[in-house]
């Protein structure tokens, strides 16, 4: 079996790689992914999936097999802008091979994966998918604004899979987790006055100046979790409001972001936000939303909290992905490790405890990079992974 996904990845290496540079030539910021939409779709019909639905939302999702084991493959599509050309030394847009590298916004964040699962997908279909599995490859829209939410729809109206891979660029280790985060603004009110006379009013920055200076302090003696390490919390933002540049200001506002380690929840970071308070009884801190119109016209939106999460390292999908990775890469050692940035897994593992893990090609310090690339010799390996997870799988879960 493991040799015979081997002859097809060889069989397909081409194609892959020409596909890749294709997914890369065909631009998808949030928001306007349609376009790469309609080019996943004719791939996957061309190599005979099984069914395959664009969704409401605008997400793509193509299946093989018919099992009871609903095993998904997620890779989101859009990037983020590659608009400042000229601080790259290639046009990032042209999908061009240099060194062994593929080049452009997406090769590695992450869109460059979703090539490669469609392939392995192809593959499974082509040596006898086991009975027991369906595969969903799943392209998701609109992460890089809104990790997690375009998924959440898919999840609730299209299908809830029993296990995820997430296709984020890992250097093809395992992945298991990464922190959490929740964005809050946090309003305080005073009582304007004239400049000439501030003791007839209730300064709003003087009272915020203290509160983001307590936020400052409380955040040193956050607790170091071993595997994901330690919370953060930025003041990002601060804005105020008076009659005039003359007066006392009667609003004052801050933005935080605020990144989440294990066991912090969005529940415990308020409660410390509120510690943090100087006149509690006019504050008020409230969660932000994020709202936008997918590029199928649909208005979609979230509260802008994402869980962390963590799978155990025993459990048998990140066994599973261990044995087929070493596999796929022998005598490369391959590490499980973590993200630090956050992914999909926020509403996979997150939101709807489905366990999940990372494996893609490319690597996490090159997302949202200038001249961004993926090495194209992982491609295939990445390809033959997505191939054989679903056999491993089922050894570990019979
Ligand atoms: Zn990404």
């Not at 609730?156 to 891979?165: H, S, T």
């Not at 003359?246 to 380690?261: G, H, M, Q, W």
């Not at 992905?321 to 926020?346: C, D, H, L, M």
């Amino acid at each position: 079996m493991e040799e015979r996904i081997k002859e097809l990845v060889k069989k397909y290496e081409n194609d892959i790689i020409a596909f890749a540079k294709k997914i890369v030539q065909t631009k998808s910021y949030p928001s306007y992914e349609g376009k790469l939409v309609k080019l996943l779709e004719s791939k996957m019909k061309e190599l005979g999936f099984d069914e395959v639905i664009i969704d409401e939302t605008g997400n793509i999702i193509g299946r093989v097999g018919n099992g009871p084991v609903k095993l998904l493959y997620d890779a989101h599509i859009d990037t983020v802008q590659a608009e400042d050309r000229e601080n790259w030394s290639v046009d990032p847009f042209a999908g061009e091979i240099k060194d062994g590298k593929l080049y452009g916004r997406g090769s590695s964040d992450e869109k460059v994966a979703i090539g490669c699962m469609i392939y392995g997908a192809k593959i499974l279909k082509e040596i006898g998918i086991p009975k027991e599995i369906s595969l969903y490859i799943l392209g998701s829209v609109q992460e890089e604004d809104c990790d997690g939410l375009s998924m959440y729809y898919t999840f609730n109206e299209v299908v809830k899979p029993d296990f995820v891979v997430l296709g984020e660029p890992t250097s093809l280790d395992v992945y298991r987790g990464h922190k959490g985060r929740v964005e809050v603004e946090i309003i305080t009110k005073g009582k304007s006055s004239h400049a000439a006379h501030p003791d007839k009013g209730d300064n709003a920055i003087y009272k915020m100046a203290q509160t983001v200076l307590n936020i400052k302090e409380m955040a040193k003696n956050f607790k170091e979790d071993p595997f994901l390490g330690k919370g953060t919390a930025v003041v990002s933002h601060i804005e105020s409001k008076a009659p005039s540049i003359n007066s006392v200001p009667y609003e004052a506002k801050i933005f935080v972001d605020r990144r989440l380690t294990v066991g912090e929840i969005k529940e415990s970071a308020i409660k410390e936000f509120e510690s943090c308070l100087v006149d509690k009884a006019n504050s008020e801190i409230r969660v932000l939303t994020y709202e936008t119109r997918s590029w199928k016209g649909r208005l979609i939106s979230q509260e802008k909290y994402f869980p962390t999460w963590i799978l155990e390292e025993d459990h048998p999908l990140v066994r599973a992905g261990f044995e087929t990775a070493k596999i796929v890469r022998p005598n490369e050692g391959v590490k499980i490790s973590r993200w630090t940035f956050s992914t999909n897994g926020v509403t996979s593992m997150g939101r709807f405890h489905i366990p999940s893990i990372g494996f893609g090609p490319g690597d996490e310090w090159l997302a949202h990079a200038v001249d961004e690339y993926v090495r194209v010799s992982d491609l295939p390996k990445a390809t033959e992974f997505y191939a054989l997870l679903p056999f491993k799988l089922l050894e570990k879960i019979k």
